[in-house]
């Protein structure tokens, strides 16, 4: 049975930290990323990380503020989150995939193949 389970989310004010956690299990995944979905709004892709960990992909707008990482041995993938603003409140995702992705569609939601049930951060502000 394959599961994604996230943690760490909560309540933070503005410039605030937090780290996201997911833990893996079921099977051996590929790449993996942390997506994002506000209130009316598409889910859209915030980090992405390779497989063995060594390649990375952020989107334009938590560039220098959030760091994925990831430890193959504890099978969980990790965001953490510096200098949180108002519009990062969204509930936070956890998706991996099956086999390897090319790094030009890495950060493409309709590449994942297992998702978690999210969990919420909320930035007061």
């Known amino acids: 049975q394959v599961q994604l389970v996230e943690s760490g989310g909560g309540l933070v004010q503005a410039g605030g930290s937090l780290r996201l956690s997911c833990a893996a299990s079921?099977?051996?995944?590929?790449?993996m990323g942390w997506f994002r979905q506000a209130p009316g709004k598409e889910r859209e892709c915030v980090s992405a990380i390779s497989g063995g960990g060594s390649i990375t992909y952020y989107a334009e707008s938590v560039k220098g503020r959030f760091t994925i990482s990831r430890d193959n041995t504890k099978n969980t993938v990790y965001l953490q989150m510096n200098g949180l603003k108002a519009e990062d409140t969204a509930v936070y995702y956890c998706a991996a995939t099956r086999l390897p992705i090319t790094p030009a569609r890495a950060m493409d939601v309709r590449k994942y193949d297992y998702w978690g049930r999210g969990t919420q951060v909320t930035v007061s502000s």
């Open positions: 079921g099977r051996t995944f590929s790449n």
